[in-house]
Every structure is written in C-alpha cells, then in structure tokens.
C-alpha cells in the first residue's frame, strides 16, 4: 500500500513495533475512534493522528506525541448522516406514529447490554412515548422483546441487524445506549442527546464521561430506572433542547471527508 490507515490501537501497536524494525516503511496514520485516548492508542512510530477532540489532542501532545502529527477532525463517519431526513419524514418512512415522542434503543451489532430489562420498564409505564429497539444480531434477544410487546402500555418495534440507522436516529427525540465512539458520534452529528447505558469499562467509560460532562446527555445508572428518567426530560423540554443544542454544535458531520483531506496530505508528501 502507499499508506496504511489503523482505526483500531492493536493493529497501531503492531504496526508501530514493524515501522520501528523496518518492515514497513509507507506511512501509517491511526485514527482514534472513541473520545478518549488510552495508552494503547499511544505510538510513536505513527506518522500521524486523527482525533475526535482538541482534548485527545492535548493528551497526544502531554504523552509525548508531536503536535505536527496530529489532527482534531471528529470521529469519521458515513456522510449519510450529513443529510439525514426530517423527524417527521423519518418517522414516516419506519411507520412510525408522528406525533409520539420516541426513544431509541440500541445494543449496537451484537445487541449487548440491558436492553429487555430498559424495554419492559418502559413497556409498564404510561408515558406517551413510542420505542424502537435494535438488537442487531441477537435473534434471541429479538424474539424475547417481541413477546415482551404482548402485555405493552406503549407501542414497541423491534429492528435487527440494520443499515438504517441513520434513519432511525433522525426518528428519535433521545437515545439509550452503550456509548461506543462511532454511535456517540453519529447520534451527536444530528443533535440527538443520549442516555448512556452500562458502559463497558475503559473507553467506554471515558467516552460515558464526555457525554455526560459535555452536556449532551445523561447516564442511566440503573436500567430499572429508565421510566422514571425519561419522564424527568420529557418534563424538563429546556434542559432536552439544551442537550440537542449541545450535541448540534459538538457533532462532525464532516469528519469523514476531513480525515480523506489529510490522508491525502500525507501520500501527496
């Protein structure tokens, strides 16, 4: 290859220990996908780093890196997200009601995390809201939530595996999910403030931390409690539309496109 993109720190790691045998000699530029930057991230054989935030930046630079290896352009996503629908469009494109406020659900590919025990608390209460569950692949955990819709006081709609997420963000008016650097960043290029759910510790930890100290969303300590703290923002619209505002003007829509222009940089030097 003419240059070599790391989006993950183990494959960094091996190739800043082959850089540093000579093996490989193209340049190698890691980009750092959640909103923090543990050691593991930390090489410094790489030519350069892409970063979500000026705060992985400055650790970068503490930790020894140069400034001139580093850039702060967002954490890249699909340009889909760029041109998402109306919520309104949205909502009626996934059959959606249009008027329900809605929350979306996510476990991420796998479907991991407390999803059905969040799903039959919200089922049992009367609030006027809509959910919409995304248990990727786990076809069990699918079939238990489609039960748990049976004895529902609120309507329920569950979605595999999908490539639609885009659209079924732009249908939401909040978020609960484990705080993966990607879904941070997709849910905060469109303005969709999120309750972040039994992080998995190290970066998810850190990037639960920045959600919640970046004013975009909340944490859900306990996922019993998930009626009671969507009913607290439902009743509290300014602070929901502060968190939207937040998450507005942290979001990088763009971050793909500018990532390309520096990869571009570096194979045309």
Partial sequence: ???????????????????????????????????????????????????????????????????????????????IFKNVPSKTEARINLGLDRELFTVLISGGG??????????????????PIQIVVMVGKNEILEQRIKRARCGAKVPINVIGYTNNVHQLMASADLLISKPGGLTCAEALSIGLPIIVSSPIP????????????????????????????????????????????????????????SACQILKQVYLS
């Fill in 202 to 257: 190290g970066q998810e930890e850190r990037n639960s931390k920045f959600i919640v100290d970046s004013g975009v969303g909340m944490k859900l300590e306990k996922p019993e409690e998930a009626g009671h703290l969507i009913s607290r923002l439902m009743e509290d619209k300014n602070t929901l539309m502060r968190m939207r505002e937040k998450a507005l003007s942290l979001g990088k829509p763009d971050a793909a496109y």
């Fill in 1 to 79: 290859p003419d240059i070599i993109v790391s989006t993950h720190a183990f494959p960094s790691g091996v190739l800043s220990v082959l850089k540093e045998k000579r093996k490989i000699t193209k340049p190698i530029v890691t980009i750092i996908t959640d909103y923090t930057a543990h050691p593991f991230w930390i090489y410094h054989n790489m030519d350069k780093y892409i970063v979500a935030t000026e705060e992985i930046a400055n650790i970068l630079k503490m930790k020894g890196i140069n400034q001139t290896k580093i850039h702060t352009t967002g954490i890249p996503i699909d340009p």
């Fill in 110 to 127: 796998l479907g991991l995390g407390p999803l059905e025990t969040i799903v039959n608390n919200l089922a049992a209460t009367d609030l």
